[in-house]
């Protein structure tokens, strides 16, 4: 057997950048790196002698490097993945929250934070927290529950096994999820001699999981006997490529389509199938036929309870749930029939088993009266003297938007917002990550989707919450010529919560900042802050301002960010659907308790 002697880093970074996709592309298409004495020595030492293969970047932080990752991924349909190495302590655990990011999302990122002396010589080394009682714990177990791998080298052989299991995790449709190879800082460094087969080219190709063939039969059962189907299209349908699969289904059988965020511009908005967006902040059109539905068509949706309304929006006595999913776990949600299979196979070997069965006409006129009652509400304000709502920030946007423009978001109004409101045209137009919705995701993400698809216009939104969380990749993106261009909504607080507690009938305190324990009204000066970090950035002071300034970042040369002010309280007061938050059972506060009651009530209708 021929070997080659190198570190395990070396062997490691080697290894990476001889995986490759169906279309002869690297899988890892990167590596984003912090690094610290958990690091530099072996990873930085061995990423710095491949750079003509394997690029590395430098970002500010690790988590929101592990963003941008995470983003190129899911906007990639998890064709490729990049990888995060930091050093040991803080940096390993500031990438926990994007491990489980990327866990809930099902998205494919490979994080490798250094660990602790394997061989324990400096005991403890600088950063390594001490278990009294267990020794081989260290800060990296946190990744455990966040990881859908998760292994810890602690000799240089182990990448023998590790390091495939790795791929195959993030290459499998059905368990893909972040991987996390915590590799002892001592043992990057040593060497060993590897098989030469090892770094030898390997293609990893997509599986596409046909459906058992009685599992078929009960799905065609259940649809032929159904009177009133509908499908919910989830995140799945892009994974899988099947929005022309899933086009034909819908129009052929006449089955109407509703979309979760993450199923978001599978169907193009104004397709005869799309009732819109599903769920507590989806279309009033799709929730109508949700409640009539007596067949859920679950499509690649994992039934988060933004998409059933905390299970209280299917309510047709009789309903049933059928759930196709690459994934057997998603399959069997609330006794569903599961359907286990990939979305564009399934869908396809499903339609052909139905034959020529088609439902009656699709439900007239809620479409329009969905889209007569959203237009109004995103249009140009009349008035230019009042603070914008967030609306018609969203209006603007639209209107400016061009064909291959990516709208993207995470937490905040806006996700919600964009959810009813976006006009979402080619598949993957739209980008929420709404699985974690994780404020900071907004700018590192942007730049991940940029990076993915450079010849597509960025429009990353973002609250001033979020924006303040987290917001230093903006320097990364300006550095790295990224052009995104930035909307920070700033309504001088956390808008959404605030409007979430009075719901819930408490008092407005400590979201917006002036329900803060301030002694000097906080005041941010966004223009000014993002100008520090080298992009182009402006503050307008009405829609039509912020229509022009749209249009001026697409031709400016970095990266831009559009401040605007928006008023917090206005909500869409069209579409939309109850949501599962608990209200105290005991209060002093009168409206908490009137709350309770509605809650009490609204429970009732859970199903
Ligand atoms: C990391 C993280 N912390 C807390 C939350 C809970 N949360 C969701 S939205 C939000 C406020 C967002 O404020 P902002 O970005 O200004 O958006 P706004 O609602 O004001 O438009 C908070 C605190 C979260 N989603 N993510
Ligand atoms: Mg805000």
Redesign the pocket.
């Known amino acids: 057997m021929k070997t080659i002697r190198l570190t395990a880093a070396q062997a490691m970074v080697r290894y990476l950048a001889s995986q490759m996709t169906e279309e002869g592309e690297s899988f890892i298409a990167g590596m984003w790196a912090i690094f610290g004495h958990g690091n530099v020595a072996g990873m930085g030492e061995a990423l710095a002698g491949i750079k003509d293969k394997l690029t590395t970047y430098r970002g500010q932080n690790e988590q929101s490097m592990a963003h941008a990752a995470i983003a190129y991924s899911k906007q990639l349909r998890r064709r490729r993945a990049m990888a995060v190495t930091s050093s040991i302590g803080p940096g390993a655990t500031n990438m926990v ?1 994007a491990a489980a990011l990327a866990h809930v999302n099902r998205l494919p990122v490979l994080l490798i934070p250094g660990d602790v002396f394997a061989n324990r010589g400096p005991d403890p080394v600088l950063q390594q927290i001490e278990d009294f009682g267990d020794g081989i714990v260290t800060v990296n177990d946190c990744f455990r529950p966040v990881s859908r791998y998760f292994d810890r080298i602690t000799r240089p052989e182990q990448l023998l096994t590790a390091l495939p299991r790795a791929m195959r995790i993030m290459t499998d449709p059905a368990e893909c999820g972040p991987v996390t190879l915590a590799f002892c800082q001592d043992v990057q460094a040593e060497a060993y001699d590897y098989p030469e087969s090892f770094f030898e080219k390997k293609t990893w190709y997509r599986r596409r999981p046909r459906p058992d063939e009685h599992e078929l039969r009960r799905a065609v059962d259940a649809i032929k006997a159904a009177r009133k189907p509908v499908i919910v299209a989830g995140g799945g349908v892009h994974f899988s490529d099947a929005t022309e699969e899933l086009k034909a289904f819908a129009e052929r059988h006449r089955v109407p389509v509703v979309e979760t965020q993450a199923g978001k511009s599978a169907l193009p908005w104004d397709h005869d199938a799309n009732f819109g967006p599903v769920g507590v902040t989806g279309a009033s059109s799709a929730n109508a036929v949700c409640a009539d539905a007596d067949l859920i068509i679950g499509a690649g949706t994992r039934f988060q309870d933004f998409t059933t309304g905390s299970w209280a929006l299917f309510r047709y006595p009789e309903r049933r749930i059928l759930s196709l999913n690459v994934q057997p776990y998603d399959s069997t949600k609330r006794d569903a029939i599961p359907l286990v299979c990939d979305a564009k196979a399934g869908l396809a070997l499903l339609s052909e088993a139905l034959g020529d069965h088609r439902f009656s006409e699709f439900p007239a006129n809620l479409k329009q009266a969905w889209l007569a009652g959203s237009d109004a509400i995103t249009a140009a304000p009349k008035d230019a003297n009042t603070l914008p709502t ?1 609306m018609q920030v969203i209006g603007a946007v639209q209107r400016a938007a061009v064909d291959n423009t990516v709208v993207m978001c ?5 996700p919600g917002e964009l959810h009813q409101l976006w006009k979402a045209g080619r598949p993957l137009s739209y980008h929420m990550e709404y699985g ?5 995701y907004e700018i590192a993400g942007g730049l991940g989707i940029k990076m993915a698809e450079p010849d597509r216009d960025v429009i990353v939104m ?8 987290m917001n230093s990749e903006l320097a990364t993106a300006v550095a790295m010529g990224v052009k995104i261009t930035v909307v920070i ?3 001088r ?6 409007r979430l507690q009075m719901a819930t009938g408490s008092a407005e305190f400590n ?1 917006l900042y002036e329900h803060t324990s301030q002694t000097h009204a906080m005041q941010i000066d966004f223009v000014a802050h993002a100008a520090s970090m080298g992009a182009r950035a402006v503050k307008v002071a009405s829609i039509a301002e912020l229509e022009i300034e749209l249009e001026m970042a697409r031709d400016a040369e970095k990266a831009t960010v559009i401040v605007i002010d ?1 008023d ?1 309280y206005p909500t869409p007061d069209v579409g939309g659907f109850w949501w599962d938050v608990a209200v105290p059972e005991v209060s002093p506060r009168s409206q908490v308790n009137e709350a309770r009651l509605r809650y009490e009530t609204a429970l009732k209708e859970r199903r």
């Open positions: 929250t967030d995470a937490a905040g109004t806006m974690f919705s994780c404020m900071g973002v609250g001033d919450g979020s924006y303040m969380m909504t700033d309504n607080g956390y808008g959404c919560i605030n979201n928006t917090p």
